[in-house]
């Protein structure tokens, strides 16, 4: 392209591209996080992946709706919250298919640990998959994740009575399926 | 305060505690276990699920798509069986005065050259109109001693007699019978 033409270019004005390249560095460097909080969400590495990719989608796109900057951890924690309860219904519904199908789930287990332990996690998976998609995630984040009553309520966007409910059927739910 | 208001207060350490709860929930049958499964719930913190009980999505759809597709094709051919069914079955319970009628639209401009066969036909449309009045359209079905069996009267009903049946029509009667209910 000549020079001239280069020039005549409209520039996008420099703080657009410094905020949006602030941007996609915060998001990538709450990655790691986040993905390691979809997984125990999902239950699934792969799976997770593609929940926090869909949540940074979310975040770009709706980020003119974030209130307090300070807040962004929480508020991309709501995002991928929300994106793996989505995900999290809709694989109930395709279990339901697949089972009526008689495809039977894939399994993968990992060689470095040991059989009491692979029994231990798969017997929580399954009692968990039995879950309500509110239930499992409040679980997740209370329990596997260590959040706070308030920070589950604040990322599930409900109040921290209806999560307190949610935990105590999770538990006996739990406790009746035989993972606790 | 109840077993679910102490389980809540097991759960949320802000909540306030009455007097008397520890010695409780050692006691109570439905809120010891409660409390032994919260223990070992604190204990999964950090835990990293195994990867797999992945239902693959993949294969259920493409099995699903096979599915619908082998649907599909018993549902046309079902369709088809039933569309030709229903066609055989008016054919062959069409009323007499149907059947004359169409026989006359195809055969009148055959017959027409033949003189005996113009005064049959001539005194069949006649027949027909005179016992138009009295002739149902399907006497098997429509008769009250037969009607309990439904579509299956046609074959526990009595030979039908049809009054066109009695008359002489010469070779006009060949054509009849070949068009008539049986």
Known sequence: MPLT???MQPVPPRSAIVVAAERGELLAR?????EALARRLVWDPEEARDVVQSACVDA???????RDEARVGAWLRQLVVNRAASH???RRVWSVVAKLFLV????APSVDESADQREHRARLGTALERLSTRQRVAFTLRYLEGFSLDE???SMNIDRGTVRVHLQRAVKALRANGAL | MGCDDIQQCLLDETLPRFEGLTEHVSACPRCLPFSQSLSEARQLR????APGRRVPVAKTKRRLQLTAAM????AGIGTQVSLGHDWLTRRHHASPQVQAQAHENRAIPVVASDEDDAQAWSALRELTRETSAETRRNPRVDDPATQPFGALSSWVAPHATSPLRSLNLGAANTRIMLTSED
């Open chain 1, 5 to 7: 033409k280069e020039l």
């Open chain 1, 30 to 34: 709450e990655r790691p996080r986040l």
């Open chain 1, 60 to 66: 770009v796109s709706q980020w003119h709706t974030l």
């Open chain 1, 88 to 90: 999290l219904r809709s």
């Open chain 1, 104 to 107: 039977e789930p894939e399994h």
């Open chain 1, 152 to 154: 589950v309520a604040e």
């Open chain 2, 46 to 49: 950090g835990l990293v699920p």
């Open chain 2, 71 to 74: 649907a599909l094709i018993a």
